[in-house]
């Protein structure tokens, strides 16, 4: 007969699992909440006190952590000495252990938790009982998680050994536990430690930035890029495919309003708010028609099928919305390897950042923008109800643009956006030649730049265009050569006090 030790804290789907355990031959020795479960269900369940000849103590903490138990999981069935020592004592051994941990992670979130609380939820037999399964991984099946339930018994069901796969998943299980565990420790105490991020499954990617370079993506732990943005037609996607979406997922995670953003490289060469969605297409279309070609398209509503016809008059890599109407996802469908996204929108973007370096990462908070009631005009002239709306929509897309950044916009659509450039006032001069290229007029429009105006260069140029307002950070050793030349010109000018940088 097979032996199976449950203890488990989460209990979903448990009893079932059981009964199938139960059907396969396994007999029952449990802890004592979840042998009572079992009983319920109408089990034959051995506790673990009938093996031990201990009672549970110190409210709970002690269960499991007796040599009686240990012994039967950690027995190397193929070592005579091993075996004699069990025989001896009359130990059983242990072929399955299926434990999960206190809610560590889930409980220190708790806006009210104390430390109290917190160190309770530290678990110590669990973690034991699921290392020494795992280290006899040969003889001994682990499994952690209600979602492995059906993986072991369709495996006991084809004869498969799958005790390496859940040794693996079951040493991360412990070691993404005790980092937190660790985590929560060091704050407050030291600004010295390990940075670690968890990550799960892998995906392979089509390919990297470029054809011949292969590349992964790992998702979080929770909340994963899989989770989060789901595909539902086209082709694998790639490397640059993951970090447009991405890129287009913080920008449009900036508007309320029915808003578009196309997408390409990772800079938004069009962004505009409308009525609708339709009406938001069209306009960030027409800010630059010629660079969405092979670009991305993301919106920030159900996507309808008028709109869907729309977008398929240029060609798109990929098409992203948080939902779609059927007919949409059906004419949509006809091109097979257009990507079609749907993303979760009640996700919160993360509020940290990270990349890779050569020796190690560099990390950063993610950037926000300023509250509005920050804002602080610094010309003699004050913006108009719409100059300030129209210079914070400016700022919102400008923050997602490549710098050095300006970008124009009128009426919640961009007309020219500058990036990439060396220096400011070639960003400046290459938004407006963007702009002028597309046939726009930027009489009236609103100016922002992602960091202060070294030089009144580009506000000589700003003013030519017949631009009203500007928006930046402000900060520099000149600004009161730039605000002077603003009041010269009768721009408004707004310092928000806070760079956007994005290299």
Same mark, same amino acid.
């Given at each position: 007969?097979?032996?199976? $030790?449950?203890?488990?804290?989460?209990?979903?789907?448990?009893?079932?699992?059981? *009964?199938?355990?139960?059907?396969?031959? +396994?007999?029952?020795? #449990?802890?004592?909440?979840?042998?009572?479960?079992?009983?319920?269900?109408?089990?034959? *369940?051995? #506790?673990?006190?009938?093996?031990?000849?201990?009672?549970?103590?110190?409210?709970?903490?002690?269960?499991?952590?007796?040599?009686?138990?240990?012994?039967?999981?950690?027995?190397?069935?193929?070592?005579?000495?091993?075996?004699?020592?069990?025989?001896?004592?009359?130990? !059983?051994?242990?072929?399955?252990?299926?434990?999960?941990?206190?809610?560590?992670?889930?409980?220190?979130?708790?806006?009210?938790?104390?430390?109290?609380?917190?160190?309770?939820?530290?678990?110590?037999?669990?973690?034991?009982?699921?290392?020494?399964?795992?280290?006899?991984?040969?003889?001994?099946?682990?499994?952690?998680?209600?979602?492995? +339930?059906?993986?072991? %018994?369709?495996?006991?069901?084809?004869?498969?050994?799958?005790?390496?796969?859940?040794?693996?998943?079951?040493?991360?299980?412990?070691?993404?536990?005790?980092?937190?565990?660790?985590?929560?420790?060091?704050?407050?105490?030291?600004?010295?430690?390990?940075?670690?991020?968890?990550?799960?499954?892998?995906?392979?990617?089509?390919?990297?930035?470029?054809?011949?370079?292969?590349?992964? $993506?790992?998702?979080?732990?929770?909340?994963?890029?899989?989770?989060?943005?789901?595909?539902?037609?086209?082709?694998? $996607?790639?490397?640059?495919?993951?970090?447009?979406?991405?890129? #287009?997922?913080?920008? %449009?995670?900036?508007?309320?309003?029915?808003?578009?953003?196309?997408?390409?490289?990772?800079? !938004?060469?069009?962004?505009?708010?409308?009525?609708?969605?339709?009406?938001?297409?069209?306009?960030?279309?027409?800010?630059?028609?010629?660079?969405?070609?092979?670009?991305?398209?993301?919106?920030?509503?159900?996507?309808?099928?008028?709109?869907?016809?729309?977008?398929?008059?240029?060609?798109?890599?990929?098409?992203?919305?948080?939902? +779609?109407?059927?007919?949409?996802?059906?004419?949509?469908?006809?091109?097979?390897?257009?990507?079609?996204?749907?993303?979760?929108?009640?996700?919160?973007?993360?509020?940290?950042?990270?990349?890779?370096?050569?020796?190690g990462i560099i990390y950063q908070d993610s950037d926000i923008f300023i509250n509005e009631s920050?804002?602080?005009?610094?010309?003699?002239?004050?913006?108009?109800?719409?100059?300030?709306?129209?210079?914070?929509?400016?700022m919102k897309v400008c923050k997602h643009v490549k710098s050095n950044a300006v970008v124009f916009?009128?009426?919640?659509?961009?007309?020219?956006?500058?990036?990439?450039?060396?220096?400011?006032?070639?960003?400046? $001069?290459?938004?407006?030649?963007?702009?002028?290229?597309?046939?726009?007029?930027?009489?009236?429009?609103?100016?922002?730049?992602?960091?202060?105006?070294?030089?009144?260069?580009?506000?000589?140029?700003?003013?030519?265009?017949?631009?009203?307002?500007?928006?930046?950070?402000?900060?520099?050793?000149?600004?009161?050569?730039?605000?002077?030349?603003?009041?010269?010109?009768?721009?408004?000018?707004?310092?928000?006090?806070?760079?956007?940088?994005?290299?």
């Open positions: 007969m097979k032996r199976a $030790l449950i203890s488990v804290y989460d209990k979903t789907g448990i009893a079932e699992f059981a *009964v199938e355990l139960v059907s396969y031959g +396994y007999e029952i020795v #449990s802890t004592s909440r979840t042998a009572q479960l079992l009983r319920d269900v109408g089990l034959n *369940v051995k #506790s673990i006190e009938e093996i031990t000849n201990i009672p549970e103590m110190l409210d709970g903490r002690v269960k499991t952590l007796q040599y009686q138990i240990f012994a039967g999981i950690l027995a190397d069935r193929e070592d005579r000495s091993h075996m004699e020592d069990v025989e001896r004592l009359g130990l !059983p051994t242990f072929d399955l252990v299926c434990v999960n941990l206190y809610p560590f992670a889930d409980t220190i979130k708790k806006k009210d938790c104390s430390e109290e609380e917190a160190i309770e939820q530290i678990d110590i037999g669990g973690v034991s009982l699921i290392r020494a399964a795992a280290k006899n991984y040969r003889y001994v099946s682990v499994i952690v998680s209600p979602s492995q +339930y059906k993986f072991f %018994i369709d495996s006991v069901k084809k004869e498969e050994n799958v005790n390496r796969i859940l040794a693996s998943e079951a040493f991360y299980y412990v070691s993404l536990y005790d980092l937190q565990i660790s985590e929560y420790f060091r704050k407050g105490v030291s600004d010295k430690g390990i940075f670690y991020q968890p990550f799960k499954t892998k995906q392979e990617l089509r390919y990297g930035e470029n054809p011949h370079q292969k590349a992964w $993506l790992y998702n979080a732990h929770k909340e994963g890029f899989s989770d989060i943005f789901k595909q539902l037609h086209g082709k694998e $996607l790639s490397y640059v495919n993951v970090l447009d979406i991405d890129a #287009s997922y913080r920008l %449009i995670k900036e508007f309320s309003a029915p808003t578009c953003a196309i997408i390409k490289h990772a800079s !938004p060469c069009g962004v505009a708010s409308g009525s609708d969605i339709r009406e938001a297409y069209e306009k960030a279309f027409s800010s630059d028609t010629v660079s969405p070609f092979g670009g991305i398209i993301i919106f920030n509503r159900r996507l309808d099928l008028n709109t869907a016809v729309e977008t398929d008059k240029v060609f798109t890599e990929i098409i992203i919305a948080p939902d +779609y109407d059927d007919d949409a996802l059906e004419f949509l469908f006809r091109k097979k390897n257009r990507r079609i996204i749907k993303y979760d929108e009640s996700h919160n973007l993360q509020k940290e950042e990270f990349r890779s370096i050569t020796g920050d804002l602080r005009v610094v010309t003699k002239r004050y913006p108009t109800e719409n100059e300030k709306k129209d210079m914070i929509f400016a916009v009128k009426d919640f659509k961009t007309l020219g956006i500058g990036s990439g450039q060396t220096s400011r006032v070639d960003s400046t $001069l290459l938004a407006v030649s963007k702009a002028e290229r597309s046939g726009h007029s930027l009489a009236g429009s609103a100016v922002a730049s992602d960091a202060f105006f070294p030089f009144a260069d580009s506000i000589a140029e700003i003013s030519k265009t017949g631009a009203s307002s500007v928006i930046q950070p402000g900060g520099s050793v000149r600004d009161e050569e730039v605000i002077h030349l603003a009041n010269e010109k009768n721009l408004t000018m707004i310092f928000t006090g806070l760079r956007h940088f994005k290299h």
